[in-house]
C-alpha cells in the first residue's frame, strides 16, 4: 500500500529516531524501578529521570522541581483542574475556561460542574481570539482558577496568555495553560510568565504515545488525582514510566536544539501550502487569526463542498477535520462553531498541520491533489 502524505503532525507526531534509540536500553537493560533506592537498577533509572526533568526544564526555563510527569496532557489537565478545585474549595468555586478549548479542558470542566463548580465558558470572536479584558470581566471574588489554551489544537491561533495570566494574578487567581500544541513549536519561558500550571504531552513533539507533564509551581496547592506511593513530591502516585520519560527528555533536547530554525521552515512549507490552495481554488478561506498562529497549521474552509465527501476523496494526504463521531451522527467542530462557521462551512473545513519530517515535495503533491479533488466535487 502506498502511503498518503502525512499532514496531522496536531493529532500526534512520530517518534523521532534519536527518541527511540535513547528509550531503548530502559526496557530492557536499565529496567529498574526509578524508586528503588537499594540498588543500581534502581539508581540508573532514577539517574535517567532526573536527567529527563532537566532536559524539558531548559526548553521551557522551568524549574526542575515543578515538573511532574504524567501519562499526557490528558491526565496533566485533569490534575490541573480538578487538583486545583479541590485543594481550593474553601476559597471559592469558580473556573473560567473558553468553548474553543480542547476536550480534555472542557470535559474536566464540565465533570467539576455536575459536582459542584461553576464554570463560566468565554466565548471566542470569529477569529478564535479572546481578550484579557474578556477574562477580567468574568474575574469574579470566588474565581478560583482561569484556563484557556496557549494554541488551539484545529486552528493553530495562539490565545494572549501572558495578558490573561497577568489579569489572573492582579485578583489573585491561579492560571493554567494547556500549552500541548505549542510545546517544541514555541519558545516558552516558565521563569518569567504568569502561569501557575502548564500542561503538555510528548506525543506532539516527536516523543511516544502515554507521556507527558504538568508544571505547577511550588506555591500551588493541588490535591493528587491518584493515591498510592507519593512519588513526584505527592502530586502524582504511580511507578515512572522510565522509557518513556527518557523520551519526552530526549524529544524536549532537540526542540531546544532545533526550535530557532525549523519553526521558520516549516512555516515557509505551511504558507506555500496555503498561498497554493488559495491561489488555485477561489471559494476557499482560512479559519482564525493568521495573525496569532503556531506556524505549522492552516485550517482551511471549502465553501460549497461536501464536508464529507472532501475528507473520502483526499486519499493521497492524511487530514483531519475537527469534526467529532459519536455512535450515531458526526458534529461538526466545536471550535469552527464556536467562531460562528454555520456547519456545513465547518464540515467543509480541513486542518493541515506540518511537522519536523514534512518536505516540499509533500506540500507540492498535496496542493495539486487539494485542487483537484475540490474542483471535481464543487
Ligand atoms: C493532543 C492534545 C491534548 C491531549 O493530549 P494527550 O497527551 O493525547 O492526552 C490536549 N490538548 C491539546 C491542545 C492537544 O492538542
Known amino acids: 500500500m502506498n502511503y498518503p502524505a502525512y499532514f496531522d503532525y496536531n493529532a500526534t507526531t512520530p517518534v523521532d529516531p534519536a527518541v527511540l534509540e535513547v528509550m531503548l536500553p530502559y526496557f530492557s537493560m536499565h529496567f529498574g524501578n526509578a524508586a528503588s533506592r537499594t540498588h543500581v537498577f534502581g539508581s540508573k533509572a532514577e539517574e535517567a529521570v532526573a536527567n529527563a526533568r532537566k532536559q524539558l526544564a531548559r526548553l521551557l526555563d522551568a524549574d526542575p522541581k515543578e515538573i511532574v510527569f504524567t501519562s499526557g496532557a490528558t491526565e496533566s489537565i485533569n490534575l490541573a483542574l480538578k487538583g486545583v478545585w479541590e485543594a481550593n474549595r474553601h476559597r471559592g468555586n469558580h473556573l473560567i475556561t473558553v468553548s474553543t478549548e480542547h476536550k480534555a479542558v472542557l470535559d474536566t470542566c464540565d465533570h467539576l460542574a ?7 465558558f468565554l466565548p471566542p470572536d470569529q477569529e478564535g481570539l479572546i481578550t484579557a ?11 478560583l482558577l482561569v484556563s484557556v489554551m496557549l494554541a488551539n489544537n484545529e486552528t493553530g491561533v495562539l490565545q494572549p496568555v501572558q495578558a490573561i495570566g497577568e489579569v489572573a494574578h492582579k485578583h489573585g487567581v491561579l492560571f493554567h495553560t494547556d500549552a500541548t500544541q505549542a510545546v517544541g513549536k514555541l519558545p516558552i519561558s516558565w521563569a518569567n510568565s504568569p502561569i501557575d500550571l502548564l500542561s ?9 504515545k502515554g507521556v507527558g507533564a504538568l508544571l505547577a509551581r511550588k506555591t500551588v496547592a493541588l490535591t493528587a488525582q491518584q493515591d498510592g506511593g507519593r512519588h513526584e513530591r505527592g502530586r502524582r502516585s504511580g511507578t515512572l514510566n522510565v522509557p518513556g520519560i ?7 533536547r532537540l526542540a531546544h536544539l532545533h526550535l530557532p530554525s525549523e519553526k521558520d521552515h516549516i512555516a515557509a512549507l505551511r504558507d506555500k501550502l496555503e498561498a497554493g490552495i488559495l491561489s488555485q481554488l477561489p471559494q476557499t478561506s482560512v479559519n482564525g487569526s493568521r495573525q496569532y498562529r503556531l506556524p505549522n497549521t492552516t485550517n482551511i474552509a471549502f465553501a460549497g463542498v461536501d464536508g464529507e465527501l472532501l475528507l473520502l476523496s483526499l486519499n493521497e494526504i492524511a487530514v ?19 467562531m460562528r462557521l454555520s456547519d456545513d462551512l465547518a464540515y467543509s473545513s480541513v486542518r493541515f498541520s506540518l511537522g519536523r519530517f514534512t518536505t516540499e515535495e509533500e506540500v507540492d503533491t498535496a496542493i495539486r491533489h487539494v485542487a483537484r479533488v475540490v474542483n471535481q466535487l464543487s
Not at 483531519?320 to 464556536?338: E, Y
Open 114 to 120: 455536575q459536582l459542584g463548580a461553576e464554570v463560566t
Open 133 to 143: 479584558e474578556q477574562v477580567e470581566a468574568a474575574i469574579r471574588p470566588d474565581t
Open 200 to 208: 503538555l504531552s510528548g506525543h506532539k513533539f516527536y516523543g511516544p
Open 246 to 252: 527518557v523520551g519526552l527528555g530526549e524529544a524536549a
Open 320 to 338: 483531519s477535520n475537527g469534526s467529532a463521531c459519536t455512535s450515531a451522527t458526526t458534529l461538526p467542530s466545536h471550535v469552527l462553531k464556536a
